[in-house]
């Protein structure tokens, strides 16, 4: 919002610093509101620890993976913009289907799926085509991220086909990532001279407060309405172009690289909607 908080940098501890400052927020906030969410989370938990390592053990490590990929887009978003960040992150589909295929999650895909699978490629080398002799650093790490990413989804998905209720599973999982974020930062403190660090614990204040309301938005959107939150959560990097436009108009992209983003959210757009034909 080109509201400055100081030197802050586009390396790695900075960005850990950030999702520290998220969890720092979200965590006690969703302890809070996780009994009127979920009767039982409580219940379900010394559960999980007494009698259920294996469920427990599958969700520490869908949380590791997600510090990994929130750490690595943060990264990639301070190197080249959130519309690029997004457009990496939302490939996630080319190595989540295929690892799903072969952990038996998913069904073979229909004609109409490998056609978006297509499409999704097709705009990813198009988004980074232009990044491919100049920003080598920023291409894989958006492609770390979004395997990262992957795997967080399918972790996530053999959790819950254990009868694993979604709130205590993201109490586990954002544990996880506040612990891991916590030792990276206990071993390599943050030590940045020009910093306003108000500025810096309010604007990790607005974060988490927007990181659990998008949680909690799309929980209950998922209760709502379904596997079409896929469809509408596909469309990300065409939300996050708009945003960039108004709020960075002096970052311009190149129209190989709008193509692109438009491709990967119609292919996801369109892989969400195939899911959802598919019989039960």
Avoid at 21 to 36: E, G, K, N, S, T
Avoid at 170 to 192: D, E
Wanted: with cysteine; glycine share 6%.
């Amino acid at each position: 919002l080109s509201l400055s908080i100081g030197a802050m940098g586009t390396g790695f501890l900075p960005a850990v610093a950030i999702l520290w400052l998220r969890m720092l927020v979200m965590i006690p906030l969703l302890v809070l509101f996780a009994p009127q969410l979920y009767a039982a989370t409580w219940e379900d938990l010394q559960d999980w620890i007494q009698t259920r390592e294996q469920l427990l053990i599958r969700l520490v490590f869908s949380g590791i993976a997600l510090f990994f990929s929130q750490v690595l887009l943060y990264q990639r978003i301070g190197l080249a913009g959130p519309a690029i960040g997004a457009a990496l992150l939302f490939l996630y589909p080319l190595t989540a289907i295929p690892l799903g295929l072969v952990l038996k999650q998913e069904r073979a895909l229909t004609p109409f799926g490998l056609l978006a699978l297509i499409a999704i490629v097709m705009g990813g080398l198009l988004v980074v085509r232009p990044m491919l002799t100049t920003m080598t650093t920023a291409l894989w790490l958006g492609l770390l991220a979004s395997l990262a990413l992957s795997l967080y989804i399918v972790l996530t998905n053999l959790s819950y086909r254990q009868q694993c209720h979604p709130i205590p599973a993201a109490v586990i999982q954002f544990s996880t990532v506040a612990v891991a974020s916590s030792i990276v930062l206990l071993f390599k403190p943050l030590q940045l001279a020009d910093i306003s660090w108000m500025s810096f614990f309010i604007w990790g204040l607005v974060v988490g407060m927007l990181m659990l309301i998008a949680y909690l938005f799309n929980y209950s959107s998922l209760r709502s309405i379904g596997p079409r939150t896929a469809i509408i959560a596909a469309a990300t990097p065409l939300i996050a172009l708009a945003f960039t436009a108004v709020l960075q108009p002096t970052q311009k992209l190149e129209i190989i690289q709008l193509t692109g983003i438009a491709l990967v959210s119609i292919g996801g757009i369109a892989l969400g909607k195939e899911k959802l034909s598919r019989p039960s």
